[in-house]
């Protein structure tokens, strides 16, 4: 069955980084968008950034990101190991966040269909 | 950005009884991307509904989706115990792909 682990959360001062993972199984990874939400404490769902799921030969993949992070996130994956990535720089409080890893389909106009159990990360001094 | 709007904010039932949950968007919708999940205290949220009524395998048919164009519906026929959770709406036909503000399904 469809698993996704995400892992690297924790506490990180303001203007901190942190790099958190995801580890997919029980499907073919490359053939899948993924794409990263995230939940304030006691909060809704927010769009983070999502990824295309493969890089064609001469081009790049397809990615999106919220404005809120754009500039600061970084979303990628490696498809050899089955893992999506985010990369967090200049971190605010208000990034406080679970941040779920979840799977889209084979385009982003798809739902997403499958979710981790999420990673907590907490911005703080 | 399309703004979705989700009424009531909370919702107070009885088990038995029938639930309906709107999501009211900004501007029109394709049916095609317009989901629901649930999501239960201390989980992840699971996906309902896709393509504005299409029910994922394994959920159960006292859920059912319905609507177009701006206005879109959740109804629980009948609700069991363990319905009792916060539901959004999601479109995901236009970027940036947003998110309800949840309605809250409380036991009355």
């Known amino acids: 069955q469809v698993q996704l682990v995400e892992s690297g959360g924790g506490l990180v001062k303001p203007g901190g980084s942190l790099r958190l993972s995801c580890a997919a199984s029980?499907?073919?990874?490359?053939?899948?968008?993924m794409g990263w939400i995230r939940q304030a404490p006691g909060k809704g769902l927010e769009w983070v950034s999502y990824?295309?799921?493969?890089?064609?030969?001469?081009?790049?993949?397809?990615?999106y990101y919220a404005d809120s992070v754009k500039g600061r996130f970084t979303i990628s994956r490696d498809n050899a190991e089955n893992s999506l990535y985010l990369q967090m720089n200049s971190l605010r409080a208000e990034d406080t966040a679970v941040y779920y890893c979840?799977?889209?389909?084979?385009?982003?106009?798809?739902?997403?269909?499958?979710w981790g159990q999420g990673t907590l990360v907490t911005v703080s001094s | 950005e399309i703004v979705l709007t989700q009424s009531p904010g909370t919702l107070s039932l009885s088990p038995g009884e029938r639930a309906t949950l709107s999501c009211r968007a900004s501007?029109?919708?394709?049916?095609?991307?317009l989901a629901w999940y649930q999501q239960k205290r201390g989980q992840a949220p699971r996906l309902l509904i896709y393509?504005?009524?299409s029910r994922v395998t394994g959920i159960p048919d006292r859920f059912s989706g319905s609507g177009s164009g701006t206005d879109f519906t959740l109804t629980i026929s009948r609700l069991e115990p363990e319905d009792f959770a916060v539901y959004y709406c999601?479109?995901?036909?236009?970027?940036?792909?947003?998110f309800g503000q949840g309605t809250k399904l409380e036991i009355k």
């Open positions: 999601q479109q995901y036909g236009s970027s940036p792909y947003t």
């Open positions: 501007q029109s919708v394709n049916s095609y991307y």
């Open positions: 029980g499907f073919t990874f490359s053939h899948y968008y």
């Open positions: 393509g504005a009524s």
């Open positions: 979840a799977r889209l389909g084979y385009g982003s106009n798809y739902p997403l269909d499958n």
């Open positions: 990824i295309s799921y493969i890089s064609t030969s001469g081009s790049s993949n397809t990615i």
